[in-house]
T-cell receptor, first 111, second 114 residues
């Protein structure tokens, strides 16, 4: 079954700390993996897109990793800020047109 | 000011009524999508369109209908046949449907059935 599972479901950290979010997938065939940030009541915004051959991709304080052999990805957030409070969604593209969405990790950054 | 817009932001519907959610983009994107988001679940695809005058059903198309008469517009109608329509609806667009094309999402419409 094609699934994307994210952990933890929710996370609370203090401002300035780092954190890592996990994504495991069983989607096959696999085209690429995406991470989105979704603020409450808003649409998701793309953070990174990683293809099969990419291991790491950064976008400012966000660094995504991908291990296509173990079908695992992580999103590392460095020096967290209050504005990082949001849900982070892992999405796997299964060719040709299908996107499989995870349920997201809800991150809360406290001052 | 380029982007993708959805209206209204909040919509209330009585049981048995059809309602239409608007989605407009001025990004000159060919592909457009409608998703539904429910608490504790990942986004689920309702319909998608790769080009004007063409669209395909997604995973949960029952009770919904769409049209794509113009490149920039992809309205979604929630019919009375949709048994549980209360949800957050997201429209997205992408330049095409190639592997690494980024999907841009609108701000969403929250539909509540009274």
């Amino acid at each position: 079954k094609n699934q994307v599972e994210q952990s933890p479901q929710s996370l609370i950290i203090l401002e300035g700390k780092n954190c890592t979010l996990q994504c495991n997938y069983t989607v096959s065939p696999f085209s690429n993996l995406r991470w989105y940030k979704q603020d409450t009541g808003r649409g998701p915004v793309s953070l990174t897109i990683m293809t099969f051959s990419e291991n790491t991709k950064s976008n400012g304080r966000y660094t995504a990793t991908l291990d296509a052999d173990t079908k695992q990805s992580s999103l590392h957030i460095t020096a967290s800020q209050l504005s990082d409070s949001a849900s982070y969604i892992c999405v796997v593209r299964r060719p040709p047109y299908k996107y499989i969405f995870g349920t997201g990790t809800r991150l809360k950054v406290l001052a | 000011d380029g982007g993708i817009t959805q209206s209204p932001k909040y919509l209330f519907r009585k049981e048995g009524q059809n309602v239409t959610l608007s989605c407009e983009q001025n990004l000159n994107h060919d592909a457009m999508y409608w998703y539904r988001q429910d608490p504790g679940q990942g986004l689920r695809l309702i319909y998608y369109s790769q080009i004007v005058n063409d669209f395909q059903k997604g995973d949960i198309a029952e009770g919904y209908s769409v049209s794509r008469e113009k490149k920039e517009s992809f309205p979604l109608t929630v019919t009375s046949a949709q048994k549980n329509p209360t949800a957050f609806y997201l429209c997205a667009s992408s330049i095409g449907d190639r592997d690494t094309d980024t999907q841009y999402f609108g701000p969403g419409t929250r539909l509540t059935v009274l």
